[in-house]
């Protein structure tokens, strides 16, 4: 097989390993082996939106038939911070809505993004209450505080109160605390046992959503995940399919005294991180055709008559931005997922962050990536140009083989062999250097391709975002005329339909690149830029006889 045709089937195949990886990740997620939890397992009440811990967890974790539910639309409460502005529903005080102030809607930039949903075009709520008779719930009605509610300006935080009815003398309270310049909301209970019995209960925090894809990218039509996760120390990061939870075949870690559960979708998080070292039960059900929930279940200590007792976990519901997820909650920073590849991606972002810190601008730091790369394998792309130039210096005598015996394929094969033993070419030169880079350029695709840091980034002039496709295709152009400039330095194929396939190519890629992001793009401009300077030289000294 010729140097000619090796290069045309590496580059289809990193095109489809491509295709397929991004595929994998994003529809078949890792599976943990550990024990199933069937939908409705850990629910035993008529109302299945409300979970019940084991007995294991608690004493008394059950929720009675006829729950507290105010039914019609329930008022809500705006909060307003640096950050986001909340709208709190006053039955079981959840969180309904939750737009972020600083990342701007997909579709109308004028708008601010919206995370949690109340209808717009999702149902997603953060939601919380207690477990057993009387308690409240995420049905019951609290009492909302008057008018809106806006941090000030000198304020590092702002806490909302929230106060159930009082039922068989028990009081509680439910608190909301925003804080300055974060994503993070403390959602804590104030149990007061005003009863002469001792009272158990449980504390849940879930998410309630459909099951509605959020966002997809752009690039080749790949959806991105979008469903619960959970992880724990022991079995890590574990991603859950909604159809996994309605035919009962989920599987995630059940129980620990560490963790967290999360929503995720492309670019962005929600995840209640109860504290570490507190047993909890996980779990994740389908409660009717449309909504699901996932969430996890905290023990509270037997309170006393008379006796006050607190519950608490924190949300953060905001960007996956990887310089803080980490600092927020161990292994948060697992939800921004590259897969198998995560090994190589996580050096290239972090590289890609520190240019971002010099320049200020993602699209720069682009470009002082790819020449990084560049240089870091400039000794395999010298050696793949040195033996296409060499190529390309024997392509008279190969036209001239070829017309000899091209009826005896075995016999001109025979013949190219011992030429390119006596010139020492090694046909696969040209090719086993690209294979060495194949992982590392995906690891930068999905880099490119899944940071929240990149989206609504601008670069320059038309670009003004980075994850978004070329408004104008101007890119993609360059980038198929740099391609084509590369095969026009190439050896041309002795094999004419070859040849032909060959300079189809730049066509076919610049088709492709059509609807990639932007950022990815200029990578490859700037790859293949680089790549047609060094190739050139290259060829230029192998035909004038110098020694590359």
């Known amino acids: 097989m010729d140097n000619r045709r090796l290069i045309l089937l590496t580059i289809f195949a990193f095109s489809i390993f491509m295709l397929w990886e991004g595929w994998g990740k994003y529809t078949n997620p890792p599976v943990a082996q550990v024990a199933s939890t069937q939908a409705g397992s850990t629910t035993a009440s008529a109302d299945t939106s409300i979970p019940k811990a084991s007995t294991q967890l608690s004493a008394d974790g059950s929720v009675p038939v006829d729950t507290v539910s105010s039914g019609g639309s329930a008022p809500t409460l705006t909060v307003r911070t640096d950050s986001v502005v909340a709208q709190i529903s006053a039955d079981g005080g959840d969180i309904v809505r939750l737009e972020l102030t600083r990342h ?37 009605r609290f009492a909302l505080p008057e008018g809106e509610q806006v941090m000030a300006a000198d304020a590092q935080s702002l806490t909302v109160r929230l ?57 080749m039509g790949v959806s991105t995940f979008t469903g619960p996760a ?12 909604f159809e996994n939870i309605a035919d009962g075949s989920a599987k995630f870690a059940k129980k620990d005294d560490n963790g967290w559960v999360a929503m995720i979708q492309h670019y962005f998080v929600s995840a209640f991180l109860p504290e570490q070292g507190v047993p909890r039960e996980y779990f994740a059900r389908k409660i009717n055709d449309k909504l699901y929930t996932a969430g996890t279940i905290l023990p509270v200590d037997e309170i006393a008559p008379g006796a006050t007792a607190a ?14 997820l980490e600092s927020i909650a161990p292994g948060l920073n697992l939800v921004v ?17 520190w240019f971002h810190n010099l320049t200020g601008n993602w699209g720069w730091a682009i470009i002082l990536v790819t020449c990084c790369l560049k240089a870091l394998f400039f000794p395999l792309s010298a050696a793949s140009y040195k033996s296409m130039a060499k190529m390309r210096t024997l392509g008279p005598r190969l036209q001239r083989l070829k017309e000899q015996h091209g009826d005896d394929k075995v016999r001109m094969q025979k013949e190219m062999m011992e030429i390119y033993k006596r010139e020492k070419i090694n ?10 880079q194949i992982p590392v350029f995906i690891a930068l695709y999905w880099v490119l391709l899944g940071s929240v840091e990149m989206r609504q980034a601008p670069w320059l002039g038309w670009i003004t975002d980075l994850s978004v496709k070329d408004p104008f295709f101007i890119l993609p152009v360059i980038m198929g005329a740099t391609m084509l400039i590369q095969m026009r330095l190439n050896p041309t194929p002795p094999d004419p339909m070859q040849a032909k396939v060959m300079m189809a190519m730049p066509i076919v890629f610049t088709f492709m690149f059509l609807f990639f992001p932007a950022g990815l793009v200029l990578y490859w401009v700037v790859n293949n830029t680089l790549s047609i300077a060094q190739q050139w030289k290259i060829t230029k000294m192998i035909e004038s006889g110098q020694k590359a």
Request: glycine share 8%; proline share 5%; aromatic share 10%.
């Open 104 to 140: 701007k809607a997909t579709a109308d930039k004028t708008k601010n993004y919206v995370l949690l949903d109340n209808g717009t075009r999702h149902i997603y709520a953060a939601q919380s209450g207690l477990t057993g008779p009387g308690l409240p719930n995420h049905k019951t």
């Open 337 to 353: 997922d590259y897969g198998w590849l995560t090994v190589v991606a996580a050096p290239l972002f972090w590289v890609l962050q």
């Open 427 to 436: 046909p696969l030169g040209g090719c086993l250097p690209m294979v060495v």
């Open 230 to 241: 959970f992880y724990t120390d022991a079995n890590k990061f574990q991603k859950v399919k």
């Open 311 to 324: 519950v608490s976990a924190r949300l953060y519901a905001g960007p996956q931005e990887q310089k803080n």
């Open 163 to 219: 106060d159930a009815p009082t039922e068989n003398g028990v009081s509680v309270s439910k608190l909301l605390t925003f804080h300055r310049n974060s994503y993070v909301i403390d959602v804590a209970y104030e149990i007061r046992n005003g009863s002469d019995a001792p009272l158990r209960t449980d504390a849940y925090f879930q998410f309630q959503r459909d099951g509605e894809a959020a966002e997809t990218t752009e690039a």
